[in-house]
């Protein structure tokens, strides 16, 4: 599976493990209140560590633990449920995380542009052929009004 | 009036662009319903009735006669021949074709304009005071601070997916003629004790199916602070807003189940975390109050003697110029208002040709500019006083004289059944039956003003609940009914109508307008105003009036 990172398609090294499946090494998220439940077990494996929220979640639950997180994901449960764009927003600039900030779930490539500003430089799409529509929807502006992330 | 720049022009182009690309991916079946329904209502376009409705942005109302001929030839191509001014201010096309959509915008953006953020749960159109720049009793032009807001909300990328629509209006004014109290954030420029002027921030208010009166949430904010201040309510609202229920989705909502202090606390701490960012500096305020200097008014206006004397060998021209002219803080000019509320013509439409005349007038007598009114009407702001007498008399040949401005003709109405997908009922037919019965200017002039609004739907989109009488149609097992309120107001002494009593059928609507009518000119103290009587008596002498044969 390849997702797109800081403007290049390639291919995924990380895997999502849910709330009830066994933890692996290596590469993994896990939703927030899995961090929450098995932090210490977590930050004692080998590998980097990503945590999972959904809209519903609140990014300042996991200010004190984005040092030890290499990827963040926003799982969209609607294109339409924008609190989402805020918590990347707090990510980079209230929490100043600079790790990857990935958006997966029910996105619209068509979001991609507003994506990129508030701070999310990775996506996952669904589907393959979603990748390169999604590239060039990051370039749909050359301008803008407002000071953001990016 | 502002001019674009390249960066202004290149983003509306884009868009443009990225619409065309969207449009072309939906007919082509790349991008599914729902999220095609997302993409153009950003782009204004709705799915109505019988044809996509195309709503454009007209910011806080100003328009120059190049825009307008553009409309008019908008009109023509694409439409049928005609345009519907709204209560935002803004211009709507009622009959355009998908395809064409994007050629349209394309037709636009070549006279800086758009369609950007009409509709959808995003940051609307900013609205301000129709009179801005002119008005006699303004503590400072507005608009400067409407275009640092229209550019700061324009594809804003955190608050384009918010709970529900937002609106925002802003007014310089000792007379709230932008109804700020009924706008999710409304803004009012005003002098501190030390005679600085900033903002009194209002939130929380909306019209709607839950009318709320907006409650101050910062009686004082130094202008360098406008953006940080309006983003840490927008973050606050992104964040916490409800989006299990649309009908409980608005700011207002959330502002009463968090109570304002809570709320007001909340927005506080974020902004004090980011109040130093994104500081509007004096001279960003500077540069933009340059792009709304004042015109070249000519010194000796008031000199002309004419227009007295026109006046007086001319009643009907006399009568125009009480009913649809304002004073104007330069002496020897007046604004003058061209009533859209003819007898005979939907309230707030225009045809090309009327569309193309006003832009010719404008250029002759007005500087080439033209504002909307949130009521549906047009202003030419800037009009010496020599030039009204011919001024009304073309105007009085395409139908936009008729002297009727603030009274009870001077209806605002929704498209309703016959246009509106989402309307339970009609309101064009009522409001002519209305003018009709109405039609002696001598009654009509005596009662005053009487503003009313008449929306075909719980939606509000005629402001039903904050009109002098409110009109709003229901559907009661597919038949359509009327409800009145008396004693709404969206100007400084806000208020929500009361709602008179059981809902009227729709042949009986005009019957208890008239009927209203009747009891305020029989029970009036000399002066008083209807709105000044209804306070007084309350709704019980009318109700017995309105229902008396029931």
């Known amino acids: 599976m390849q997702i797109i990172k800081d403007k290049q398609i390639i291919d995924d090294s ?29 930050l004692e494996s080998d590998g980097p560590l990503g945590v999972r929220i959904s809209a519903t ?69 669904d589907e393959a052929e979603r990748l390169t529509v999604e590239l060039s929807h990051l370039n749909d502006f050359t301008v803008n009004y407002q000071e953001s992330v990016n | ?236 609202y992104n964040l916490f807003g409800r989006r299990d229920n649309m009908y409980k989705a608005r700011i207002k909502i959330l502002v009463k189940e968090s109570g304002l202090e809570n709320f007001a606390a909340l927005v506080e701490q974020e902004w004090l975390l980011t109040k130093d960012t994104q500081v509007v500096s004096d001279g960003r305020i500077a540069a933009l109050k340059m792009q709304f200097n004042a015109p070249a008014y000519e010194a000796d206006a008031a000199q002309d003697n004419s227009f007295a004397q026109r006046q007086q060998e001319n009643p009907a021209f006399a009568l125009w110029v009480k009913h649809n002219t304002v004073a104007h803080k330069v002496s020897g000019y007046r604004a003058v208002f061209l009533s859209l509320k003819a007898p005979d013509a939907p309230p707030g439409d225009m045809t090309d040709a009327q569309l193309d005349t006003v832009a010719d007038l404008a250029d002759q007598y007005s500087f080439g500019e033209v504002r909307s009114t949130h009521r549906q009407n047009l202003i030419f702001a800037d009009v010496k006083q020599a030039g009204l007498f011919p001024l009304w008399q073309q105007l009085d040949a395409i139908k936009l004289a008729t002297p009727n401005i603030g009274t009870a003709t001077d209806i605002i109405c929704c498209p309703g059944l016959d246009f509106c997908s989402l309307a339970n009922a009609s309101t064009i037919g009522i409001s002519k039956e209305i003018n009709e019965a109405l039609d002696n200017m001598d009654y009509l002039h005596d009662i005053g003003d009487v503003k009313i609004n008449m929306s075909g739907c719980m939606n509000g989109c005629a402001h039903q609940s904050v009109g002098h009488i409110g009109v709003l149609g229901v559907d009661k097992k597919g038949v359509e009914w009327y409800q009145l309120t008396l004693g709404g107001s969206s100007e400084n002494e806000a208020a929500i109508g009361e709602r008179l009593g059981p809902a009227v059928a729709k042949n009986e609507v005009t019957r208890a307008i008239t009927a209203i009518l009747e009891v305020y000119v029989k029970q009036r103290l000399d002066d008083e105003s209807f709105l000044d009587m209804v306070k007084r008596v309350g709704i019980d002498p009318f109700k017995e009036q309105v229902y008396a044969n029931h």
């Not at chain 2, 884009?14 to 782009?43: H, M, P, S, W, Y």
């Not at chain 2, 310089?172 to 706008?183: I, N, V």
């Not at chain 2, 929380?204 to 406008?226: A, M, N, S, W």
């Open chain 2, 1 to 236: 009036m502002y001019q674009y720049n390249d960066d202004d022009q290149t983003l509306v182009n884009e868009r443009v662009a990225q619409f065309r690309r969207q449009t072309g991916q939906f007919l082509k079946g790349e991008i599914t319903d729902d999220q095609f329904r997302a993409l153009r209502l950003r782009n204004g376009l709705y799915i109505q009735t019988h044809a996509p409705m195309l709503r454009i942005a007209v910011p806080y109302g100003l328009l120059n006669s190049r825009q307008l001929r553009k409309i008019a030839h908008i009109a023509r191509t694409y439409d049928k021949n005609y345009c519907h001014l709204t209560t935002r201010q803004n211009i709507q096309f009622n009959w355009p074709k998908l395809e064409q959509v994007p050629d349209i915008l394309a037709e636009l953006a070549s006279v800086q304009m758009h369609a950007i953020q009409t509709s959808g749960n995003c940051i609307r159109n900013t609205t301000s005071d129709h009179l801005a720049g002119v008005c006699v009793d303004e503590i400072e032009d507005p608009r400067p601070y409407c275009e640092i807001i229209r550019q700061w909300s324009t594809l804003h990328p955190e608050f384009d997916f918010l709970p529900r629509k937002f609106k925002i209006a802003v007014s310089g004014a000792l007379h709230d003629r932008a109804a700020t109290q009924f706008h999710d954030i409304g803004l009012h420029l005003v002098k501190n004790d030390a005679g600085d002027i900033g903002f009194r921030v209002l939130v929380g208010g909306g019209l709607g199916r839950t009318p709320v009166i907006g409650q101050v949430i910062k009686p004082y904010l130094e202008k360098k602070y406008l953006l940080s201040y309006l983003e840490a309510i927008l973050r606050i």
């Open chain 1, 14 to 42: 990380w895997r999502y493990i849910s709330d009830d499946a066994e933890l692996k090494a290596g590469n993994i998220t896990v939703p927030l209140a899995r961090w929450q439940q098995d932090k210490q077990q977590l």
């Open chain 1, 57 to 125: 979640d609140s990014v300042a639950d996991i200010a004190i633990d984005l040092k030890n997180l290499q990827l963040i994901e926003l799982d969209f449960p609607s294109f339409a449920d924008g609190r989402l764009f805020s918590q990347a927003w707090l990510l980079r600039r209230r929490y100043g995380y600079q790790g990857e900030i990935r958006a997966v779930g029910h996105y619209m490539p068509d979001q991609v542009f507003y994506l990129s500003r508030v701070g999310v430089n990775a996506f996952k799409p």
